[in-house]
Every structure is written in C-alpha cells, then in structure tokens.
C-alpha cells in the first residue's frame, strides 16, 4: 500500500479526531487537510519507528492545537446561561459565539464496528463537554481515552512528561463528570421502542400532533437552537416553543430521518411558497428509556450537504 492509499484508508478516522478536538465539521476537514499537506511535505523525514497512522494522528493533534491557539471554543445555547421560556424572545445572540457543529455519522464508513467504537466519544454531549477542557488536556483526554494511546506516547507528542498527562487526565476525567449531562449515562431503550419513538415524533412534528408529542417528551426535555442562544428547559416550556411555532395543516413539515454523533437526527425542511420543502434545521435527538431527552436543534441550513441532503427537496 502506498502513502497515498494510507492516507485515504485513515481519512475517516483523522476527521472523527480533529471534530472531538475542534468541534466543527468544518474545521476538522480543514485541519486534515492540513495534515495531509505536513505529511506530505514531511514523508522525507519519517523514519517509520511508528506506524503511518500513529504519524497522521500526532500531525493531526498538533494541527488541531495550532488551530486552537487562535479560536474560541464550540458552544451550544445551554452553556451561555439559564433556559428562557418565551417563545417570542428567540433574538439573535449580541455577542458572537462559535457554535458547536454535528458530525455526520455517515464519514465513519460502512464499518459498524467503527461506527460503535467511536459512538460515545462522538456524542454531542460529549464534545461539547470537552469542549470547556483547555486544549492539551482536551488533547490528553482524547488520545489517552479515545485512541488509548501509552502515556509515554502521549508525552513525546506534547513535549511533557509521563506524570504531567497523567495528572491532565485526572483532571480532565473530573471535569468531564461535572459538565457531562445526567442524560449521557442513561440508557437508551431497546430497538423496537427506539423505533417507534422516531416514527412517532416523525409524525407527530409534521402534524403538530401536541398530544403525541407530550407524550415522548421527558418531563426534564431541553430544546436548543443554535445559533438561536435562547434555549427551552422541561416539558411544558418546550410544548409551548412548538406550539408557537409549528404552523398547523396538512404538508407544511417534512422529516428525513439521518444519524448525527451516534445519535438518531432527522432534517427538517419547511414548505415554501413554490410548494417545494426547503432546508430548515437539522434536529439531533437524545434517547432515554423515559423518552427524549434532549433535542438540539441546529438552524444551520448549510450543514445539510455534508449530511448527504439537499437544500431542496420535493418528497
């Protein structure tokens, strides 16, 4: 296998790397990109006393602490402050904050062993928990625990010593059990009841079917918008978002189920004036045995290509 082929057999993986670390799609292409281009510009220098892989995800990691040196890190609406409960007060945020991105799971590959393996660690409230990790322990956490790599082999990478990430990951692992969401170590229900839990919220979103959907909710739900900042916290709060703002009738909504950070999602399309459904927002569904729990909302019409979707669609 030549450099070229290795270079496209981890792709996915590298992607999936750079995300965790970044928090947007965007950006991790970007910084594989840049990878790519380091390694290379570098393979004259590669002495292979490692694998071709393990010299790929060291580049990557440093592109990403490069990249990270210079921006803010991924937010959703929940860490700016407290839920809002009016549906009319969905003003644009003041400041400018960078938003947190979904990850197509359909960039893993067809592999369902990778796509499992990497399903925790790709959740959206996993990264974006990390996401308030300072970068080399953001680092540290993501190679140690996601990748496993030695701690020696994450010292050389980050120039410190063995008892320094150890200590990073300490902190880290504590961190992460405060921010992490009560929802991420529940349980989701089992394939049939997971099942008919989306092809009920499918239908009953269409149709604006209140009742159904008081019914999936849990009582706790959230439903968050970005880039909208004001977010919705409890069952009766977020029926009333979705009253206000679900048009009634027949043909105004349209849901494509896709899968988003090992999570089900659906795309949103909203029917316009040409009587064609036009690319809305793309929703990512957290799933508990009492329901669901958490849906965050991405209002980011862009994203929809990266999902496989287009902008337009004509059922």
């Known amino acids: 296998m030549n450099l070229e082929e290795e270079f496209a057999q981890h792709r996915a993986g590298l992607v999936a790397h750079c995300y965790r670390m ?34 790929l995800y060291r580049i990557a990691t440093n592109v990403c602490l490069t990249n ?11 860490a700016l402050g407290a839920p809002g ?46 996401q308030h990790l300072p970068p080399r322990q953001r680092a540290v956490l993501i190679l140690r625990e996601v990748l496993t790599w030695p701690a020696a082999e994450v010292a050389s990478l980050l120039e410190t010593t063995t008892a320094a990430v150890n200590s990073s990951l300490q902190r880290a ?19 049939p009841v997971r099942r008919q839990l989306l092809d009920q919220f499918a239908t009953a979103f269409e149709t ?18 970005p880039p909208i900042p004001t ?29 988003a950070n090992g999570q089900p999602a659906f795309a949103l399309y909203i029917r316009g004036r040409d009587g064609q459904f036009h690319a809305h927002s793309l929703k990512v569904l957290t799933l508990t045995k009492a329901g669901i729990s958490v849906v965050l909302a991405f209002h980011q019409p862009t994203l929809f290509p990266a999902f496989g979707l287009p902008l337009v669609h004509s059922r």
């Open 68 to 78: 990270l040196t210079h921006s803010s890190r991924r937010m959703v609406p929940s």
């Open 231 to 259: 977010w919705f916290s409890g069952r009766t709060d977020v029926l009333r978002l979705l009253d206000s703002k679900l048009d009634a009738g027949p043909d105004r909504r349209l849901l494509v189920e896709t899968s």
């Open 22 to 55: 970044l928090g947007s799609l965007h950006d991790a292409e970007d910084a594989v990109q840049d990878t790519y281009l380091r390694a290379w510009r570098g393979q004259a220098g590669f002495e292979q006393r490692s694998s071709v892989k393990t010299w």
């Open 208 to 225: 604006k079917d209140l009742a159904v959907l008081e019914g999936l909710l849990t009582t706790d739900t959230r439903w968050e918008m």
């Open 85 to 130: 409960n009016d549906p009319d007060d969905l003003q644009p945020q003041a400041l400018e904050v960078t938003w947190l991105e979904p990850f197509p799971d359909q960039l893993l590959g067809a592999d369902p062993a990778v796509v499992v393996g990497d399903r925790q660690s790709l959740r959206l409230a996993m990264v974006a928990a990390m």
């Open 173 to 191: 692992r504590a961190e992460l059990a405060r921010l992490r969401p009560a929802e991420e170590d529940l349980s989701e229900p089992d394939e």
